[in-house]
């Protein structure tokens, strides 16, 4: 059974960077897109970043120019590197898979923002 695996969350102040990884446990072929999605308390979970297999790549408004995706095909790798962190990035970042065939989410990795 194929496994998102996250890592790289966790308590940062304002201003602050972290960088988020997932890799499946498994090889996923017929990858379309990888991406990030979070989800606050009390919010439904958005799109954060997304990026396709072409190397389009699209960012919510609210953190173009602060964050960055980017993929390594060979390993079947997404990251998230996140600058410039504000308390209101403070979320559950789950990465998504989109082959062919399905969909795979992660079990999501917490990021906290404190002011």
């Known amino acids: 059974q194929v496994q998102l695996v996250e890592s790289g969350g966790g308590l940062v102040q304002a201003g602050g960077s972290l960088r988020l990884s997932c890799v499946p446990s498994?090889?996923?072929?017929?990858?379309?897109?990888m991406g990030w999605y979070r989800q606050a308390p009390g919010k439904q979970r958005e799109l954060v970043a997304r990026?396709?297999?072409?190397?389009?790549?699209k960012y919510a408004d609210s953190v173009k120019d602060r964050f960055t995706i980017s993929r390594d095909n060979a390993k079947n790798t997404v990251y998230l590197q996140m600058d410039s962190l504000k308390p209101e990035d403070t979320a559950a970042y789950y990465c998504?898979?989109?082959?062919?065939?399905?969909?795979?989410w992660g079990q999501g990795t917490q990021v906290t923002v404190s002011s």
């Open positions: 998504n898979v989109e082959s062919s065939i399905r969909d795979y």
């Open positions: 498994v090889t996923i072929f017929s990858i379309n897109a």
């Open positions: 990026i396709s297999s072409g190397g389009w790549i």
